[in-house]
């Protein structure tokens, strides 16, 4: 039964993914302004908002791993466990916007990289969510678990200032097509491409997502059980 | 096709391609890792 579900979240994961590139490369039509070049907006920002939200999942399970440490230590190890999986996919899809960002703005506005609020806090929040990854593996001791928590709590406030970075300063980045000022958005025939898009690249991210969980769960279960192993012997 | 069209169609497809190497490549790892670790429980 569990297989059967896995296989059907799997086949319908990869009929929207099929769907989304069909919609965004042969359905809707190229901008008036930049061409083809803006077909990577089907896959630049639901990669942003794929982050985000793992991010959000991370700050959850950080939070939840404090909260339960001392007087729920199976809950707090399945906080951390999302924590974690939160944290490593969202940084996989950070990637994704940190380099395919850069290829679009080199069409559209002649340069690789600037320096503006968008894309610094952008690079910023990779950076922290990357050196929390490089905690996990490299610190060891009881502690690691509570300072990866602490640094991935501080990481997520970084989320809210990405996003309202090119509200707040002016940047190179575009402002926001969706929710900015009067008169943003995006034209009608291009919306069913980037709702598809939405949707399977959350699908896509949701099986990463939940295949990091088990295995960290997994990997908890050998490390208690080497534990254990290491008191008898 | 001028030479603009040209240069944002393989920049295109060069950030889809980027993009399908990074995930896939992360989910090789996971694959990776997850056979380690049934082998580890194996033993």
């Given at each position: 039964m569990k297989r059967?579900?896995?296989?059907l979240y799997a086949a319908i994961t990869i009929v929207l993914m099929i769907n989304g590139y069909y919609q965004a490369i042969y359905v809707a039509p190229n901008d008036a302004m930049q061409g083809e070049i803006f077909r990577i907006i089907y896959y630049h920002v639901p990669s942003a908002a794929v982050a985000f939200v793992f991010f959000a999942i991370s700050l959850a399970g950080s939070i939840g791993f404090l909260a339960f440490r001392r007087n729920s230590p199976d809950k707090a190890q399945v906080a951390d466990a999302w924590a974690l999986a939160g944290a490593e996919v969202g940084v996989v899809f950070c990637t994704v916007v940190l380099t395919t960002g850069p290829m679009w703005g080199r069409r559209a506005w002649g340069i690789w990289w600037t320096w503006d609020a968008r894309l610094t806090t952008t690079l910023v929040l990779w950076l922290i969510y990357v050196s929390y990854l490089l905690l996990r593996r490299f610190a060891a001791g009881p502690q690691m678990q509570t300072l990866a928590a602490v640094l991935g709590i501080f990481g997520a406030l970084d989320v809210p200032i990405v996003y309202m970075s090119n509200r707040w300063w002016r940047t190179q980045h575009p402002a926001p097509v969706f929710g900015g000022?009067?008169?943003?958005?995006?034209?009608?025939?291009?919306?069913?491409?980037?709702?598809?898009?939405?949707?399977?690249w959350f699908a896509w991210g949701v099986f990463i997502?939940?295949?990091?969980?088990?295995?960290?769960?997994?990997?908890?279960?050998?490390?208690a059980a080497e534990a254990q192993a290491a008191l008898e012997a | 096709m001028d030479q603009a069209a040209i240069l944002d169609h393989q920049f295109r497809v060069a950030a889809y391609i980027i993009t399908w190497v990074i995930q896939l490549s992360y989910l090789a790892?996971?694959?990776?890792k997850w056979r380690a670790q049934k082998a580890k429980s194996e033993d």
């Open positions: 059967t579900l896995i296989g000022a009067p008169g943003s958005g995006m034209d009608k025939s291009m919306l069913p491409a980037f709702g598809w898009n939405m949707l399977a997502l939940i295949l990091r969980f088990v295995i960290e769960r997994r990997q908890q279960g050998i490390a | 790892w996971l694959g990776y």
